[in-house]
């Protein structure tokens, strides 16, 4: 087996013995990275307190915001939370393992600081051979918010990881890109109408399918405390700042190309992102290619030392709903063309 350090991180090809050793380092209240279908994730055994706090500190993550667990199996969902509606198996059967995270009651065995204090829990189940088989192979649902600094565009490779947290974690596991390249939907099936507190892989439009009912959007004013505690913070964000445009699409290529020339008269090194125009097919097909691409990207435009980042936005549905909302909480400026 390769066993390579990066600061004293174990970097780990995903083989079979690299789970076995993992899994060992889970159980021994370490913290592990590992890939999913949406993003890695930092991995702590889900019963274990101190790990899950060492995960808080690892990260610089605020001590209020709640992490997802993630599970292997049906049987470890109750394990994690209790009272679960019949919506929720239905969802499971429908998406998981899947880019979708449930917030249900939390169960007695799951410690309150794996949900900031919260009564509820996110959970889910990934779609990725690499997570399921550490998750099985630790025994335990394993709590893993994604593997980067906070506030930091989340990873897409074991590489991001380590650029983030080699030194500060015991080891990641290599399984390759993720495939989808933005984090999971989070559903809150708690409050009275299910609402949609994060979008993600499975859209809006598909829950509502499923569910044959309206799926809402959170009310929150900025000011009272947030449904997800997420929602509060700046997020996914490069270190340069980022201008989003909105608008149609001939109208905001225009002002987004002018912008990005006129900042680099002034001598400023410029990144541009333009979803549709850089990928091919159809729109649904661009909108994968580009969410999957997008941190990325994000991170590559930061290393390559860029003072700015201009992105041209998208319609607001279905992936497009998606996209906007990580690129809205990425930038420091949206600027809206009528
Ligand atoms: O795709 C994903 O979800 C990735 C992979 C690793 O599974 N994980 C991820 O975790 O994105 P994280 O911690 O970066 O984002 C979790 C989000 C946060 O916005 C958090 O506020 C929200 O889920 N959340 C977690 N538990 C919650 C709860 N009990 N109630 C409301 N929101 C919750
Ligand atoms: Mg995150």
């Not at 889910?124 to 088989?133: D, E, I, T």
């Amino acid at each position: 087996m390769t066993r390579k350090r990066v600061q004293g991180t174990l970097y780990l090809p995903a083989t079979e013995s690299a789970l076995e050793l993992a899994a060992g380092i889970i159980a021994r209240g370490g913290l592990v990275a590992f890939p999913t279908e949406t993003v890695y994730g930092l991995g702590a055994g889900a019963t274990d307190e101190q790990a899950v706090a060492r995960i808080f500190q690892a990260k610089g993550r605020p001590p209020d915001n709640p992490l997802i667990v993630h599970i292997a199996s049906l049987e470890q969902l109750s394990l994690v939370a209790r009272e679960i509606p019949r919506e929720a198996y239905r969802l499971a059967e429908l998406f998981w393992p899947g880019p979708l995270s449930l917030v249900l009651y939390r169960s007695q065995q799951i410690p309150p600081g794996v949900s900031a204090g919260l009564p509820t829990v996110a959970v889910r189940m990934p779609n990725h051979p690499v997570a399921l088989g550490l998750i099985k192979k630790a025994g335990v649902p394993i709590a893993a918010p994604s593997a980067n600094r906070s506030g930091r565009p989340s990873p897409t490779s074991a590489f991001h990881v380590l650029e983030d947290l080699a030194g500060r974690i015991e080891a990641v596991l290599d399984g390759g890109r993720s495939l989808i390249g933005v984090e999971s939907t989070v559903l809150d099936l708690t409050a009275s109408q299910p609402t949609l507190l994060r979008p993600g892989g499975v859209t809006r439009e598909r829950l509502e399918a499923a569910l044959g009912r309206q799926v809402v959007l959170p009310r929150w004013d900025g000011t009272s405390p947030p449904p997800s505690p997420g929602m509060k913070y700046r997020h996914y964000a490069p270190r340069a700042p980022l201008i989003v445009v909105v608008g149609s699409e001939a109208r905001r290529h225009r002002l987004a190309r002018s912008l990005l020339s006129w900042y680099e008269r002034q001598g400023l090194k410029v990144g541009y992102l333009n979803p549709l125009r850089n990928f091919r097919g159809s729109l649904d097909k661009r909108e994968k290619a580009f969410a999957r691409s997008l941190y990325a990207a994000l991170r590559a435009m930061d290393k390559g030392g860029a003072d700015l980042i201009v992105a041209e936005g998208f319609p607001a549905c279905g992936w497009g709903a998606v996209i906007m909302n990580r690129l809205c909480k990425a930038a420091s400026r949206v600027i809206r063309v009528v």
